[in-house]
């Protein structure tokens, strides 16, 4: 199994900045596809962003292109999302998970983090 811990959410201002991250742990020598999906109340789960085991391909939502940026450090197992010019439809709890594919829907992926909160006023 692959575990999966996340950190970096919290509260900030329209405009802000925030960077997620997600530690890995477990069955790593696999070449796990990590993504970033968030859920916000009374919606259904949707996806952020992915990246290639390699770090070579990535991909995201029409929603954040330009703003998040998606990296990952297979040394210290941890992928990131840094999230800029927040806004408050960003508002949701981020979810990152792995898969043995990149994909963009949830049930591509096999293992999947606690979740953290990131709510942005305005």
């Known amino acids: 199994q692959v575990q999966l811990v996340e950190s970096g959410g919290g509260l900030v201002q329209a405009g802000g900045s925030l960077r997620l991250s997600c530690a890995a742990s477990?069955?790593?020598?696999?070449?796990?596809?990590m993504g970033w999906f968030r859920q916000a109340p009374g919606k259904e789960r949707e996806f952020v962003a992915v990246?290639?085991?390699?770090?070579?391909?990535?991909y995201y939502a029409d929603s954040v292109k330009g703003r998040f940026t998606i990296s990952r450090d297979n040394a210290e197992n941890t992928v990131y999302l840094q999230m800029n010019s927040l806004k408050p439809e960003d508002t949701a709890v981020y979810y990152c998970?792995?898969?043995?594919?990149?994909?963009?829907?949830?049930?591509?992926?096999?293992?999947w983090g606690q979740g953290t909160q990131v709510t942005v006023s305005s």
């Open positions: 998970a792995a898969g043995l594919q990149i994909g963009v829907r949830p049930g591509q992926y096999h293992y």
């Open positions: 990246i290639s085991w390699s770090g070579g391909a990535t």
């Open positions: 477990g069955r790593t020598f696999n070449r796990y596809a």
